[in-house]
């Protein structure tokens, strides 16, 4: 089985939905459905259709999350050091637009690229990971090749 590296604070996020998820959300289904079929035909009863595919919805994440938890690998790095992990802030200049970004590292359930927050798992983040201040890294994209050079890790 694959591992998915992340902080306690991550593990812990994941288990508190799980949580909240296979207790209150099954039980707001269950009312939903319970409604839907004291309202007769369940042929042609579009509310009961409904409940039942949010049912479906709700037991799909709750099987992620599960598989995310049994995956999991609590990680505590210190803040900074010379070496980017999971959990580091790095500062990268784009060596073919001079651009500069900002990336933390997070777990994949915490990622969200519009906020610099991108998966330990993405092709950047595998690519930064292990590099120090200095080092040019290559990312494969569709559209070629990226190369990036760590300025600094927080």
């Known amino acids: 089985m694959e591992t998915i590296e992340m902080t306690a604070a991550e593990l812990s ?28 035909d369940l042929s042609e009863n579009g509310e009961y259709h409904a409940a039942k595919e949010a049912q479906a919805h709700l037991e ?12 999991a690998v609590v990680v505590e790095h210190q803040a900074g050091g010379e070496e980017v992990h999971h959990g580091s802030t790095v500062a990268v200049t784009d060596l073919d637009s001079a651009a500069a970004q900002t990336f933390k590292i997070v777990s994949p359930n915490d990622a969200n690229p519009k906020q610099g927050l991108i998966s330990s798992s993405s092709p950047v983040a595998q690519a930064l990971i292990g590099g120090r201040a200095g080092d040019e890294v290559e990312v494969a994209i569709p ?12």
Not at 13 to 39: V, Y
Not at 60 to 71: D, F, G, M, N, S
Not at 143 to 154: C, N, T
Request: aromatic share 2%; no cysteine; charged share 40%.
């Open 143 to 154: 559209a070629g090749v990226r190369r990036l050079r760590i300025e600094s890790i927080a």
């Open 13 to 40: 996020r994941l288990r508190e939905e799980l949580g909240e998820l296979e207790g209150a959300g099954r039980s707001q289904i269950a009312a939903r459905i319970k409604t839907a079929r004291e309202w007769g």
């Open 60 to 71: 799909t994440r709750i099987l992620r999350l599960r598989e995310q938890v049994r995956a």
